[in-house]
């Protein structure tokens, strides 16, 4: 119980800030396929009920290749697209027309024996995309093969005003009648843009984007995007951190790529304050700057527990306030989990550095570095020679940064008659 009342404290911020925005949410046809996809679609109508709007986009591909081979036809494709002939559009309406229909009947459901039993919600759909041909690229006719020309961006938000879930399959339609094969990645990635929207979310086999060494990338800025582009080459991972970037430059404020295989992931990604998957943002998830006076309570809380383990020098609200131009912090999604101070030493060209601090859940992960080379970058703009800092116990992270053992008698005279011997800190001194 202790657990559950702790999360739903640390989720609320983001349940009031979700409520009201509009999410487009990309689902593609092997996700629909996936064991997972009731646990998704019990998450998706949890965010519907807390107040977001939802878009869901789905894909159909592994569906259509189905009944391709039911067919005895071959698939063909270009460049990673497929080739829409007359035989194959056939099979992608059929493919997507029974998807639309199975996902509407399983977000129609009561929810029985879940979390969200007795919800209630409708589900619209219709011509909401107006597609083109691609045509002829390099000699090769794509057919029925198509992108995305725009999106009813009016009807869609009328019918979200409504309270609706609005899915959108991947078709499109002309303003001629004629039907298009659309590459879902396209139609939610227009459609987060067209629509102003303030997530897209992506679902793919992986947890999110996973780096060479196989581990997983949690932020990226869209500048960022191109090199792992380059390092993934044609997968269905690069398409979709594409996707991701694409939206980003087209003014969608934050894209998440998770996983359609865990669990939880979507509610993970959106209600917890490090997430589940990857993160493309515009702007910095994590932040160094100057501290203000706003900030004097968060470095209370980061502070206090190491002042109780006899770390640091306990320093009252009231000492926080009258110094906190001297503090430099990380602030991660509106919460201070790192700080750092800068105290020029009266009548000397010296400086100390005190109050390093890394909330315990964000260490080993180079913020104290950041941090040092601020509190350096600092020091030497206001012309100090000389940095000391203070320590009781991380003697050896300043001496692997450059300190070098020093003593009482080194500090400057303003400071060396403050010395605490009953504290009995070790003195280290960098040359700037």
């Known amino acids: ?10 989720a609320s911020p983001y349940i009031n800030a979700h409520r009201d925005c509009t999410f487009v949410v990309m689902l593609p046809g092997d996700g629909v396929e996936h064991p997972n996809f009731g646990n998704i679609v019990h998450d998706l ?4 009920s807390l107040g977001v709007r939802l878009v869901l986009v789905h894909g159909s591909r592994p569906q259509i290749e189905a009944r391709l081979a039911a067919r005895g036809l071959t698939p063909h494709y270009h460049h990673g697209m497929r080739i829409t002939d007359a035989a194959t559009l056939e099979c992608v309406i059929d493919a ?10 399983r977000l129609s459901m009561d929810m029985a024996s879940s979390p969200m039993q007795g919800s209630r919600l409708r589900v619209a759909s219709g011509n909401l995309v107006t597609a ?11 057919h029925h093969t198509g992108e995305v020309r725009r999106v009813d961006r009016k009807g869609i938000n009328r019918l979200l005003d409504e309270r609706s879930i609005v899915l959108l399959s991947p078709l499109g339609y002309s303003p001629t009648g004629e039907i298009f094969n659309l590459a879902c990645e ?7 843009i067209d629509l102003g929207a303030d997530k897209l979310l992506l679902f793919g086999a992986d947890l999110g984007l996973i780096d060479e060494h196989g581990r997983l990338v949690r932020e990226l800025r869209p500048q960022q995007v191109p090199a792992h582009l380059q390092r993934l080459g044609s997968n269905y991972q690069a398409e979709l951190l594409d996707a991701a970037a694409e939206a980003c430059r087209g003014g969608v404020a934050r894209s998440h790529i998770v996983s359609y295989a865990e669990d939880g992931a979507l509610l993970t990604e959106l209600f917890t304050r490090d997430g589940g998957g990857t993160l493309v943002a515009q702007e910095q998830f994590e932040v160094v700057r100057e501290a203000a006076i706003e900030d004097v309570g968060g470095l209370l809380d980061l502070i206090s527990p190491l002042e109780e383990q006899g770390i ?5 609200r009231e000492v926080l306030e009258r110094e906190i131009e001297q503090f430099s912090v990380v602030e991660r999604e509106g919460m201070i989990i790192a700080c750092a101070a800068l105290y020029q030493i009266a009548d000397s060209d010296a400086g100390e550095l005190a109050c390093l601090a890394v ?3 964000y260490r080993h992960g180079g913020r104290g570095d950041e941090l040092l080379e601020r509190i350096e970058t600092r020091a030497r703009a206001q012309g100090l020679k000389t940095l000391f800092v203070l320590t009781t116990r991380t003697a050896h992270w300043f001496r692997e940064r450059g300190f070098e053992p020093s003593s009482v008698e080194r500090l400057p005279s303003a400071r060396a008659s403050l010395y605490n011997y009953q ?3 070790k003195i280290f001194e960098k040359t700037l």
Do not use: C, F, K
Not at 134 to 141: A, P, S, T
Not at 312 to 316: E, P, Q, T
């Open 45 to 48: 109508v949890l965010l519907h």
């Open 423 to 425: 504290r009995n800190s």
């Open 312 to 316: 640091l020098v306990r320093r009252s």
């Open 132 to 142: 083109r041909p691609i045509g002829v690229l390099e000699g090769v006719d794509y």
């Open 1 to 10: 119980m202790p657990e559950y009342v702790n999360w739903l404290r640390h």
């Open 96 to 105: 997507v027309g029974q998807l639309r229909i199975a996902i509407e009947a």
């Open 359 to 361: 909330n315990p859940e």
């Open 186 to 192: 396209d139609v939610a990635t227009r459609a987060a």
